[in-house]
């Protein structure tokens, strides 16, 4: 039987490269390849000796031409890669910005043998990615997993990252915050919750996640957990990466401008956690609640999300031309 979720995707990959970016991968080492989702205008047209096509993915040996707009960098949630994340945002910012899209370690078409699954090893990959590409500056917006992602990536690389949007999520998973969230939301483990392996699991994850009741056939549902619930075994080995001691968590001292974008109902990390956060991260941070919207507050309230991120963006002293 057809999978409804796989058919739509070369149409996807069309519609995205009307919007303005289109996929590339990228070796970041022997035996890590990270897929992203560049500007159409730093894809180079190789000749043909140096390219290989797929249905999917354009690899070139040469390296792409440096954006020539401020790079915004897109990070996904733990349900879904980044075009199916950021869907509703990435044509609304490619007029001004230059949108870097990545799918992170174990999603979409990226992969790695390398047996770190830590959020800092994430981040750590799309650094040397993004500099491969010709990137050497960028806002980030993370969401929910990437949010973690994000705020490691700042902390390692603050040359890299000059201004952070952050959304349903948390600066580390400590053992206390997953336990205390994971019993609120009658879940017994992460994986539970985050990995759902039925349609009677993914509908309980998307209650959660969202305000209002989203309402697919489970046809559709079982044909997301087919396409979008890959590499079962290494996520759930990432999971278990995200947890950290209580004692082991350290508060860095983030000089980036951060604005903590929230939907008001989230109810996997509430909007106290976001006000909590800003006393803890200082002056520089900045919250804002989203009405009518949960843990996806991206995609339940897309213009009114996008319309806050581009508000934001344009707050920021203007970015230096990429060197």
């Avoid at 009307?18 to 022997?30: K, L, N």
């Avoid at 539970?192 to 489970?218: M, N, R």
Wanted: glycine share 6%.
């Amino acid at each position: 039987m057809v999978n409804l979720v796989a058919i739509q995707q070369p149409l996807i990959i069309r519609l995205m490269k009307m919007a303005g970016v289109q996929t590339h991968a990228v070796e970041i080492e022997p035996g890590t390849v990270m897929n992203f989702w560049l500007p159409n205008e730093t894809i180079q047209k190789p000749n043909k000796k140096s390219k290989t096509t797929t249905t999917t993915t354009t690899t070139t040996t040469t390296i792409p031409p440096k954006p020539d707009k401020p790079v915004v960098l897109l990070i996904h949630g733990f349900a879904a890669e980044g075009i199916a994340t950021w869907q509703f945002q990435i044509g609304a910012l490619t007029k001004k910005y230059s949108v870097y899209v990545p799918d992170l370690l174990f999603f979409g078409g990226s992969i790695s043998d390398n047996p770190d699954r830590s959020p800092r090893f994430q981040a750590e990959c799309l650094v040397k990615g993004l500099r491969k590409l010709g990137v050497n500056k960028c806002v980030v917006v993370g969401f929910s997993y990437g949010g973690m992602v994000a705020f490691k990536m700042a902390e390692l690389y603050p040359d890299m990252v000059r201004a952070m949007v952050i959304s349903g999520s948390i600066l580390a998973m400590t053992d206390s915050i997953s336990e205390q969230t994971l019993k609120g939301l009658g879940f017994s483990s992460s994986s539970e919750l985050l990995l759902p392996d039925s349609v009677k699991g993914l509908k309980a994850l998307l209650s959660v996640a969202s305000h209002k009741k989203l309402w697919f056939p489970d046809r559709l549902h079982k044909d997301y957990l087919e396409v979008m619930f890959n590499n079962r075994k290494e996520r759930g080995e990432l999971l278990e990466g995200l947890i950290v001691s209580n004692k082991d968590t350290i508060i860095p001292e983030f000089p980036q401008r951060i604005h903590l974008l929230w939907g008001e109902n989230d109810q996997i990390f509430k909007m106290e956690l976001a006000q909590n956060m800003k006393w803890q991260l200082g002056e520089n941070t900045s919250v804002e609640g989203i009405s009518k919207a949960g843990h996806l507050v991206h995609i339940e309230r897309p213009c009114v999300y996008t319309r806050c991120l581009k508000k934001f963006l344009a707050s920021l002293p203007a970015d230096e031309p990429q060197k």
